[in-house]
């Protein structure tokens, strides 16, 4: 198996170490737990820093939904981002990542909500980023659309009805021109997809959930339900040599209402 960071280049995992360090001390409030978690969660997981250089959160995108968020890391990566940006230290040929206006993050357990509350409340941030307490199957997205939404790694935790209405009315909160990023398991992803099932079942038994029954499609499903959804549809796998078949979805919804 290669290793996890087989995908970047020297540059590029300096990148990734001094956002995992700029972005987990926001988490520092939290306690030392919320501190080694967002920092072993950014750093293991390639996701992170594919998403940046992929460029699949445009630059423009300034109103964030993330459904999903555990402790509401993403919102503190983007934000580390936009600060490293700004500062002058980005790779040259990056897209530039996006400055981020309003994230609102929404999570089913109390307790990683209370470590992401603390996060951004300690920084001053909580205007910008609120981390609520919310089953997204259940809650409202809210009046006011937005540019983008991230559910990652959180649909296969429901059943395919209910991901098609967290989808559907994921869609109906974008702004024309929107994008809805997904990361999801690829049921046709054969040994790497029972693979990431079973790591899953560990997680949502270390969690708390108990054990759980996970719900996935092949990655054909996924698309089409988006399409269906009047989205355009990228795919790709996430980069590393994670044995997981995990995989972005990266849905625009067309600048013009149709
Ligand atoms: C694997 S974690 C991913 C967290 C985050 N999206 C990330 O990538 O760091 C999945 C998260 O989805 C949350 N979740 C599962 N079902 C949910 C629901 N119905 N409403 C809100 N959150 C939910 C879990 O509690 C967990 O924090």
């Known amino acids: 198996m290669s290793g996890l960071h087989d995908a970047f280049t020297p540059d590029e995992r300096a990148l990734q170490r001094a956002l995992v360090d700029a972005a987990s001390q926001r ?23 594919a998403l940046l250089r ?49 994230l609102r ?9 209370a ?25 409202a997205f809210g009046e006011a659309a937005v540019d983008v939404v991230t559910i990652l790694d959180v649909l296969h ?26 990361r999801v398991g690829d049921a046709a992803g054969g040994l790497r997809f029972r693979l990431s099932l079973w790591a899953d079942q560990l997680v949502t038994l270390a969690r708390g959930h108990g054990l759980a029954r996970l719900h996935a499609r092949p990655l054909d499903e996924w698309a089409a339900a988006l399409r269906a959804l009047g989205l355009a549809v990228q795919t790709a796998p996430t ?8 995989t972005f979805l ?9």
């Open 105 to 113: 993050a929404l999570e089913l357990m109390p307790a990683d909500v």
């Open 27 to 49: 988490f520092r409030a939290g306690g030392r737990f919320a501190w080694h978690f967002a920092r072993g969660k950014l750093s293991g997981d390639p996701m992170f820093l």
């Open 239 to 246: 980069p590393g040599g994670l044995p997981f078949a995990n």
């Open 250 to 258: 990266i849905a625009r919804a067309p600048a013009s209402p149709a």
């Open 54 to 102: 992929m460029g699949a959160l445009p630059p423009q995108a300034q109103d964030f939904l993330d459904l999903g968020c555990g402790q509401a890391v993403l919102a503190a990566w983007l934000l580390a981002a936009r600060d490293r940006f700004e500062s002058g230290a980005w790779p040259a040929g990056w897209p530039e990542p996006p400055r981020v206006r309003r």
């Open 115 to 139: 470590r992401g509350q603390a996060a951004f409340r300690a920084s001053g941030d909580e205007e910008r980023v609120s981390v609520e307490q919310a089953d997204i199957c259940q809650a």
């Open 157 to 182: 935790y429901m059943p395919l009805q209910q991901q098609d209405d967290v989808l559907r009315r994921a869609r109906a909160a974008l702004r024309p021109g929107g994008t809805l990023a997904l």
